[in-house]
């Protein structure tokens, strides 16, 4: 368990160093402009809105569709990959620096869009894997309901 | 390619830890409240506040940041299971302890990390 965890872990730094190496901006980078404001942390709001998205569609679909999966799944996909993708360190951080440059409206965007986003995200995730679900389960009903004519 | 590989290193740690502070946070405490999660966050933002400031101070370089900031601490944290957990909880009808869940970790991280930076500064 705690192997899979910690391989997942790596996997999503990995991938979200890759991703900031990509776009630096405020993010794990140290970009201040030449007008001395410091970029808006794009970046990383997009790893974490994406990673929560994964989340959700990850979670229900373990939860719900592909309930005989091996118990390692949620640990190594959730747990070590996505909870390495995403962070919450950088993300306070990264507000902490906005404020400390004088930028106190974009750190409190910062602060409330990341919140939107993340939580628009896992609940999109968790709406898309459900709605499929659904369609599949209404066709397979449809089908049999025929069958029975 | 250095860094890269130091980035694996400190999040082939962080993740684990978060994990073992999660399972020992289920045991202990019997409320099901997320304390793993909200520990574990918090601790980082403290560690990174502390270790960014480190960097700009010139105390740590660049490998450092890699292995500590962004995989350690990077990994540590977490949105995903902590966006997760704030939709059971108010999904579960506990929407009270979902917004105090949500505001906590906000305003208590972002102390931490002006509290590492503080000590950062303080130390070097």
Known sequence: ?149 | MVDWILVLAGGAVGAPVRYLIGTAAKARLRWTYPWGTLSANLGACLLLGLFVEAGTGGTLDASGQALLSTGFCGALSTWSTFSYELLTLAGGRKSIEAAGYLLVSVVLGLTASFAGAGIARALW
């Open chain 1, 1 to 149: 368990m705690i192997i899979a965890v910690a391989a997942g872990g790596a996997i999503g730094a990995l991938a979200r160093y890759g991703v900031s190496r990509m776009w630096p901006n405020g993010g794990d980078a140290y970009l201040v402009w030449r007008t001395g404001a410091a970029a808006f942390p794009w970046t990383t709001l997009l790893i974490n809105a994406v990673g929560c998205f994964l989340m959700g569609v990850l979670t229900i679909s373990l939860k719900k569709r592909f309930t005989g999966a091996s118990p390692l799944l949620s640990p190594l996909l959730g747990t070590g990959v996505l909870g390495g993708f995403t962070t919450f360190s950088t993300y306070t951080d990264d507000a902490r620096r906005l404020f400390e440059n004088g930028q106190p409206g974009p750190a409190v965007a910062y602060l409330i869009l990341t919140v939107g986003a993340s939580m628009s995200g896992v609940l999109l995730g968790v709406a898309c894997v459900a709605g499929m679900l659904q369609v599949r389960r209404g066709g397979s009903d449809t089908r049999q309901g025929r069958e029975g004519s």
